[in-house]
């Protein structure tokens, strides 16, 4: 660091703590007592299992867990570290990594440092998921840098901006600025809070503390029009992690910033339902309403709930494609303007799809209806699930529907765009939606190979499954002494009807998609119970464009595998994600589709592979169609345009 550049940060911060808009680091405070914390106001019927009792076992799944493992341990720290420690007057230990970090192209969106937090983040998703010490070591390692970033600056606030403080200083005080600082920041609180309650870090709780006092008092002069004002710069969920905090320590201070930190003029319109979305960038909204459902849990006032579930629906019942994506360049768009947007190369951002997720989670628990457990897998298969190639562990930020187009992954330590941050995440936490429990059920949501540790009752419950290739799932219990409990299994809308059997012999059935099936009863050690679940093709449309299809079976979007024509060896691996649509531009013609969309389907054949079907194009040449999620490194087609049948 220059010597000008440290004396423009130190002026900064001095000017700045007298004015409250830095707080300085306090002595290190007490783990705040189970008496001390913030209560619900509106507690969840629903709780999900710890990751740590929950195992996957041999899947897709499991194989893109592996796949982030790898990439997360061939990061560095101290390059994701190296401009925090730049800011608090610190020599950086090694270079900062390139993208959205540091380069000129990204510098106006000011997100630099975000990866630490996402880093964080999947760091502890992914230690409290397989108890591997090598994430334990490198939360620490992190947790200790910024610890020493805040005493050598002597303040709360840690950020690897290039201005330092003094661009989150103009930001407060509403000064003209470019990019999205507390979008960052949340990052970085996001990741010391799941240091923290994921991997046990009390270094990790100290630095989120003083980071959050120092948001309270610098935040404090804004007066309700003030802060409003700021919040119409895009800033992630802060209200969802201010208000974690409030539960996490009772502070109340914490609770009246996330109340300020949930923007008014997003959340009234939804709670009165009133769609505003047209034209709004879609990922700035959807942290904001996950937000809107936290703070409702901990203040219990409707409107922020109303807000969240209103929110929920629209975007899941009117704005999502079949893959559970959504908008096009980032934004929402009427809906009745479906036709002009669904074959852009920029639909379906993954960010949209991680919060989107979030939300719908955070909804079932209090509303444990199959609608939202059916969105939640759809978009998982077809959104989070598709956005990563196994073998490298690089991921999706568009996953659009242009015909003939191919997703496109971020490179290892060139791009670390938001969805290359959230993608790590992504795939350190498919264990927390499989199942849940309240205190005598138990909700199996998700057939995917896994056993859960029911500690409440000593029972294990292991999932034995190839769903979707086989539309079955087996569970065993493994039970120290009889038990009874109700055990409930989800009906998804998509299977006409849901058959169960234990111990060979039928058990219970139902013909009513979009229910439980619930079972009640005593269960012994070594019961198996197997439901058998109906899957077919189905053809989906938006009401405004009937004739442009996408196929599902069951929960999985069919897309057409079309090849490699064109493609060099490698080029699906990118720096700029701006430049989604020009990549790879070479000319193309993607097969076509003529006749209804019924008759289409019926034309269907099964392949020679699981999940792998036959459907003849235009002229009668087969178009060969697979999983969304199995396409890599090729061209593809999710939707298609119905041409007139020929005579």
């Known amino acids: 660091m220059s010597a000008s550049r440290r004396e423009l940060l130190a002026s900064v911060a001095s000017a700045t703590l007298v004015s409250g808009i830095l707080a300085p680091v306090t002595a290190r405070a007490a783990l705040p007592s189970a008496q001390s914390k913030g209560a619900l106001s509106v507690a969840p019927r629903l709780q999900p299992f710890d990751m740590a009792d929950v195992t996957l076992l041999e899947s897709p799944f499991l194989a893109a867990q592996r796949g982030t493992e790898a990439y997360l341990l061939s990061l560095e720290?101290?390059?994701?570290?190296?401009?925090?420690?730049?800011?608090?007057?610190?020599?950086?230990?090694?270079?900062?990594?390139?993208?959205?970090?540091?380069?000129?192209?990204?510098?106006?969106?000011?997100?630099?440092g975000h990866t630490l937090g996402h880093y964080l983040s999947a760091c502890a998703l992914m230690f409290r998921s397989t108890g591997d010490g090598r994430f334990k070591q490198r939360i620490d390692y992190i947790a200790d840098e910024l610890d020493a970033c805040q005493r050598a600056s002597g303040v709360g606030l840690v950020c690897a901006f290039p201005e330092g403080a003094a661009l989150v200083a103009a930001h407060i005080r509403g000064e003209p600025i470019t990019g999205v600082p507390w979008y960052t920041l949340h990052k970085i609180f996001a990741g010391l809070r799941d240091a923290w309650q994921l991997a046990g870090s009390d270094?990790?709780?100290?630095?989120?503390?003083?980071?959050?006092?120092?948001?309270?008092?610098a935040t404090r002069p804004l007066d309700a029009a003030a802060f409003e004002a700021m919040l119409a710069t895009e800033h992630g969920g802060m209200n969802e992690v201010i208000a974690d905090l409030y539960v996490l320590t009772g502070k109340a201070d914490y609770r009246t910033l996330a109340e300020r930190f949930s923007q008014k003029a997003v959340m009234e319109p939804a709670a009165k339902g009133r769609d505003l979305l047209d034209g709004m960038h879609a990922n700035t909204q959807v942290p904001k309403f996950v937000g809107f459902q936290r703070v409702y849990e901990v203040n219990g006032e409707k409107a922020y709930g109303d807000a969240a579930a209103f929110f929920w629906r629209t975007v899941a019942r009117t704005r999502s494609y079949a893959t559970g994506g959504h908008g096009d360049a980032e934004f929402f768009y009427p809906p009745a303007d479906f036709a002009a947007h669904v074959f852009s190369a920029k639909g379906s951002e993954t960010c949209g799809q991680h919060n989107m997720l979030k939300l719908t989670r955070a909804l079932f628990l209090h509303d444990p209806q199959v609608e939202l457990a059916d969105f939640y897998e759809r978009a998982l298969y077809n959104g989070i699930l598709a956005s990563q190639d196994p073998e490298t562990g690089l991921v999706t930020y568009f996953q659009g529907a242009r015909p003939g187009y191919m997703k496109l992954y971020c490179t290892p330590i060139d791009s670390f765009w938001c969805c290359a941050g959230s993608g790590m995440e992504n795939h350190a936490k498919y264990r927390d939606s499989i199942y849940f429990h309240d205190a005598e059920a138990l909700v199996v949501n998700l057939f995917i190979p896994s056993s859960v540790r029911w500690r409440d009752k000593g029972a294990v419950l292991t999932q034995t499954t190839r769903f979707p290739e086989e539309p079955s799932t087996t569970l065993r219990w493994s039970l120290a002494r009889p038990i009874r409990a109700t055990l409930r299994l989800r009906h998804a809308r998509w299977s006409r009807t849901a058959r169960v059997s234990l111990n060979g012999a039928p058990l219970a059935q139902s013909t009513k998609p979009g229910s439980y099936l619930e079972l009640d009863r005593s269960w012994r050690d070594g019961d198996i119970l197997t439901l058998q679940l109906d899957m077919q093709v189905r053809v989906e449309a938006s009401p405004a464009a009937p004739g442009i299809v996408a196929f599902t079976y069951g929960p999985v979007v069919l897309a057409g595998?079309?090849?490699?024509?064109?493609?060099?060896?490698?080029?699906?691996?990118?720096?700029?994600?701006?430049?989604?649509?020009q990549y790879n531009d070479t000319p193309f013609?993607?097969?076509?589709?003529?006749?209804?969309?019924?008759?289409i389907a019926g034309q269907l054949r099964p392949g020679t592979a699981p999940l792998e079907f036959m459907i003849p194009d235009r002229e009668g040449r087969p178009v060969r169609l697979i999983p969304y999620y199995q396409i890599r490194h090729e061209r593809y087609a999710t939707y298609w345009p119905l041409h007139p049948a020929s005579n």
């Open 203 to 217: 270094t990790a709780r100290l630095v989120l503390l003083r980071m959050a006092d120092w948001a309270v008092v």
């Open 77 to 112: 720290p101290d390059r994701m570290l190296a401009n925090f420690r730049t800011n608090a007057g610190l020599a950086p230990k090694a270079p900062v990594y390139g993208g959205w970090e540091s380069e000129a192209t990204w510098a106006d969106i000011h997100c630099h």
């Open 589 to 599: 013609s993607p097969p076509q589709l003529a006749g209804d969309a019924e008759t």
């Open 561 to 581: 595998a079309l090849g490699t024509e064109g493609l060099a060896p490698g080029s699906d691996v990118v720096v700029n994600e701006r430049l989604y649509g």
